[in-house]
């Protein structure tokens, strides 16, 4: 029964390093998220995927890219590491019927990535 | 610009009485609010919910309430138990729980 999977739980990199964050799904959710946390903020939102081949931007998107050509994998790519990524990573999955219907499950979360930048 | 704010950074309350966490929000278009649960080292959980044609949702010792006039909804715990201890989040939503927008959480500690 594990949900919604992330690797790594730490890493630290140095300014201009890239690194992908893995997180995979095995309950068959259709949309996938990735969310940072800074401290003392909520979450916000970097990525979202309603289905395998397609990703749109969130609120924070700049740095970052994702893919998504399964079901079950989201990764999300940091190109060039910059001390501003400093934050923690959450990926998250859902099931969604229809966009505007009123039945969707809420948003799982995996543990998170804590990614330190210097 | 905070669409989704919780104003009180933390919460202190004795076991066994109620707990009351705020949030208010601004963006007209949310229909759809949830509360979520974290403890440290974990991710968010889902707790509890409701859609913009209710006022009240309960849940066992959760209830939720929306003042849509107000822009204002409200989480109650009772009884509070040291196991609810820990970072609330507000969020909200104008399609039914995708794209969610989260508040900066509230630290609940509940004293036993």
């Known amino acids: 029964n594990a949900g919604v999977t992330q690797t790594p739980k730490f890493r630290i990199l140095k300014i201009g390093q890239s690194m992908t964050l893995q997180c995979t799904q095995d309950?068959?959710?259709?949309?996938m998220y990735w969310y940072r946390q800074d401290p003392g903020m909520g979450l916000k939102l970097i990525y979202y995927?309603?289905?395998?081949?397609?990703?749109d931007k969130g609120e924070v998107p700049n740095g970052y890219n994702v893919s998504r050509s399964t079901t079950e994998d989201f990764p999300l790519r940091l190109e060039l590491a910059a001390p501003s990524q400093t934050s923690v990573y959450f990926c998250?999955?859902?099931?969604?019927?229809?966009?505007?219907?009123?039945?969707?499950?809420?948003?799982?979360f995996g543990n998170g990535t804590r990614l330190t930048v210097t | 610009d905070q669409q989704v704010k919780q104003n009180s950074p933390s919460l202190s309350v004795q076991e066994g009485r109620i707990s009351i966490l705020n949030c208010d929000y601004t963006n007209s278009m949310f229909d759809y609010f949830l509360w979520y649960k974290k403890y440290p080292a974990e991710g968010p959980t889902f707790l509890i919910s409701?859609?913009?044609?209710?006022d009240k949702n309960e849940d066992g010792r959760f209830t939720v309430f929306l003042n849509k006039s107000a822009k204002h909804l409200s989480l109650h715990i009772v009884p509070s138990q040291p196991g609810d201890s820990a970072v609330y989040f507000c969020a909200a939503s104008p399609e039914y729980g995708n794209k969610l927008v989260f508040g900066a959480g509230t630290i609940l500690r509940v004293k036993s």
């Open positions: 409701i859609s913009s044609i209710k």
């Open positions: 995927s309603v289905g395998a081949g397609i990703t």
């Open positions: 309950m068959n959710h259709n949309y």
């Open positions: 998250a999955s859902s099931y969604v019927l229809s966009p505007r219907g009123s039945y969707n499950s809420p948003l799982h």
